[in-house]
């Protein structure tokens, strides 16, 4: 039974592996699980269910038994703009993105019988993009991208070793695999009229980097954790790269860069993402009050580019990112209502990694408050939660001392504003 | 129990938020306040438009010798641009010509090898693409001059088929690479993509789309010469059918001139800088060698048209120098008038009723003014007449000179209408006045004297080849420095 029960939350876990969408900075997805989300992911001082295989893994020494979770966070980002082509573009266009909730999961299970060693496995998506805006062939900024996906699933197992009584050190292996796809168009170069459209697509090989965590009790109160995970880069070998002409009967341009081009060819590149170090601290106030407080940051300075490798040379080309390390604030606010149901809230602040002049229609980035609600609720062997959290980006333009920070022709610039409803559920069995 | 309602009405709580969700307010457009565009905004700051005259055409043919002094490319040297900032279809050795040198083969520029004039080499027609340097260039070239343009073709030709000198038989192949998009697959990486381009009608390509695509803060316009050049170089251009009517090229060039003006408005957010220049009259145009100078040096002649005022003094020489002069190689005093006042003096005051017009349109500002290349050519002749003669007559009148030395004394090259480098020099300063006197820039003009050009184009001359004498024209140079104006 208890076989069982674990194969079903794992199955309906991996059903839900899907696209993800970008919540915290950058392209990161912090929301490894719904209780931690309910927490504004404030969790690497407490790391008390299956998502501490991302949040620190040492916290597998402090659970108990063997428990099987299936978290998914649903996430609704939503983008708008409002600005120009360029700066003699007489009109002022607006744009949105379309209204589409992805999924991100978290699959979890861990084993802790009791000695000084403890087990887990999870299957979580870390990073992810997904901005689609609304009709495309029109969007100002579809010279850049219209259609930009980004999937990033990790497996992680983990071991974590009780070195003495409230201290714990945990090891595990980042297993990463991601899926990019990009499109856009490439305009007639003076009726401005859509020529070509370009759909990159690429799945990488798969990444292994360790990860750590650390953990230390000295209390029932007060606890200390830490957790980091490795910068990967992630090979995209055998992508493909279609070439399409708009209107092939029509244009003649467009049909002589295909053929100039060719229609379909193989492209390489390389995604590289920042190692994420976590500082957690977390203090019980009274009975049933608990705080947490954690220092995230990001080495995102590690992802300055990307070079797209084409089959056919002339096409290659880099596009630079240049973003910086970046770092956040989260505070999670747990209350034991009674013995069934626990409140939670968390509050997040989050510095973007991207400089103005890398805002673009890829990923409009900025910095960003994130706030946060749940509820959970437990019966028997059973756990159930729910959570919410808004991101609420601050609106960025990217004009300085009345200029664009970028002038050119392809990127718009303007004023971008960003916000995402998540809603997340947990399931949890503990045998 | 108060627990449990508690946290029910939690629970409540935060399905009811989760229901709602947060929406997104539309950001504010932010773009008022950005600075308003200004010529230092333009993706480019200055294309030329025009004709061989523009492009750099030297000998009866284009090549890089004669590119690289250009009248458009010193004006953009004096501007601080170089070879990168301001790009030309750059040709290699031995240049493509004008000369007839037989089917499938193409003549290279012309060159004097002390004894005669003959192109500097000639290229298998399948190998020309390999003289075209530039023609990978990721965009359209700053240098739109392309030498036999007329002035229709400024807004309708972009290939041979569609270019004016099919009304004459002769399509003008140097459209099918000057007139192109540019390299496909830079374009494609997002390079120079105009923002804000004119109405659909790209398809055309011609040197108007290519200059507004190109979004300059100046242009000059240099253009009409083509339109009576065959014509007058035929020696019977009364009723000729190159010469474009007075009333036709009138509508030709306002059309162009206006359409500049309001294009490079919409595609730059600025008022344009358009420098346009008038065209020479018969007497400022070395080809044409007046009579009493020709007989002062070959003595009296009969003529065919007895009040003959020029001898096509290049076509005297090829001819074997007759004692009889063919209505074909004079222009007569009618000739002459018809020219310099229906034809040329008619396009001139078209120039400058447009330019007026568009400078002074309160709907589409524009600073628009021209260069009065006839007032700039008398004042040379004032002072330095020898300036304005055949580098071949002055061999004769001057015996002694080493070639050197008499290429130093002319501004015109072996075809007799285009400027040597030194003559490129003279046209750049004209334009590079008016363009300090329009704009407020105080670019430098340059010396004609500090240039050099060299009529053997560095061939060794043959031991045997002594200077003096009367130089060789064969008919067919003879031709191709006719030809060299369509």
Known sequence: ?431 | MKKLLTSISMLALLLALLLAGCSLDDPADPTGTVNPSSPADASTPYVAIGNSLTAGFMDSGLMKAGQANSYPMIVATQMGLNKDTFTQPWIEAPGIGTTNVGAGNVSGVLHFNGTAVLPLGITPQAEVPGLLLAVAQPTQYHNLGVPGAFSFDLMNAHSAATSYGVNLGSPNTFFEFINRAGDLVSLFKNIEVPANPPAPGYQSGSQFYQTIAKGPALVTAWIGGNDFLFGATSGEPIGHPAITPAATFATNYGGFLHSLAGGLLQRNGFPPTIICATLPLVRNITYFLDRPTFEAVFGARVYDEPDAEYILFTDFLSAGMPATLPVEMTLDTAEVTYLDTEVIGAYNTAIQTVVAQVNGNPDVPAHADFVDFNANVDALRATNPDALRHFLFLGIIYPDDTIAETAARTYFALDGVHPNNQGYAFVANGFLEVINSVTGSSYSPVPPEAMTWDPTYGVPIPAKAARGGIPRISPEVAEAMRRSFR
């Not at chain 1, 708009?246 to 060719?262: K, M």
């Not at chain 1, 900025?366 to 919410?388: I, P």
């Not at chain 1, 959290?389 to 050119?408: A, K, L, Q």
Request: glycine share 10%; charged share 20%; aromatic share 12%.
């Open chain 1, 1 to 431: 039974m208890q076989k069982r029960i674990t194969c079903t939350l794992l199955v309906a876990g991996l059903l839900i592996l899907g696209s993800g969408s970008a919540l915290a900075s950058g392209f990161s997805i912090y929301e490894a699980g719904s209780k931690a989300t309910a927490l504004g992911c404030a969790f690497t001082a407490t790391a008390d269910d299956g998502s501490a295989l991302f949040y620190n893994a040492a916290g597998l020494s402090f659970m108990t038994g063997s428990r099987a979770e299936v978290n998914a966070v649903f996430v609704a980002p939503q983008f708008k703009f409002s600005g120009k082509l360029s700066k003699t573009d007489p009109t002022t266009s607006t744009g949105e993105a379309e209204d589409k909730v992805y999924p991100v999961p978290g699959v979890y299970y861990t084993n802790n019988p009791g000695g000084s060693l403890a087990f887990g496995i999870g299957v979580y998506a870390p990073f992810g993009l997904g901005v689609v805006w609304k009709d495309g062939a029109e969007w100002v900024g579809r010279r850049i991208s219209h259609d930009v996906v980004i999937e990033t699933v990790y497996v992680t197992p983990a071991l974590s070793l009780k070195l003495g009584e409230g201290f714990a050190l945990a090891a595990g292996v980042d297993i990463a695999h991601q899926n990019l796809e990009l499109k856009k168009y490439t305009p007639e170069p003076q009726s401005g009229e859509n020529a070509i459209h370009t759909e990159l697509k690429g799945s990488s090989s798969i990444n292994l980097t360790p990860s750590f965590g650390l953990m230390y009790r000295p209390n029932e109160k007060l606890s200390l954790g830490a957790m980091y995970h490795f910068k990967k880069s992630m090979k995209f070998d055998d992508g493909d790269a279609t070439l399409d002409a708009v209107a092939p009967g029509a244009d003649p341009w467009g049909n002589a860069l295909v053929g100039a081009l060719g229609r379909e060819q193989k492209l390489n590149t390389e995604v590289n993402l920042p190692d994420i170090m976590s500082l957690g601290i977390a203090y019980t106030f009274g009975e049933k009050f608990k705080a947490e407080f954690n220092y995230v940051r990001f080495g995102w300075s590690a992802f300055d580019k990307l070079a797209l490798d084409f089959e056919n040379d002339d096409l290659d080309q880099v596009i630079h990112f240049d973003y910086e390390d970046s770092w956040q604030i989260r505070f999670g606010f747990d209350y034991q209502a009674s013995e069934k149901f626990n409140i939670m809230a968390g509050y997040v602040h989050d510095k973007t990694p991207q400089p103005l002049a890398a805002v673009s229609p890829l990923l409009p980035d900025s910095d960003r408050n994130d706030y946060s609600l749940g509820v959970l609720y437990k019966t028997g062997k059973w756990d159930f939660n729910v959570s919410y959290m808004v991101v609420v980006g601050e609106e960025r333009t990217n004009i300085e001392n009345g200029e664009p920070v970028r002038n050119t022709t392809d990127y718009p610039f303007g004023t971008y504003s960003s916000l995402a409803n998540l809603l997340g559920f947990g399931v949890g069995y503990n045998f």
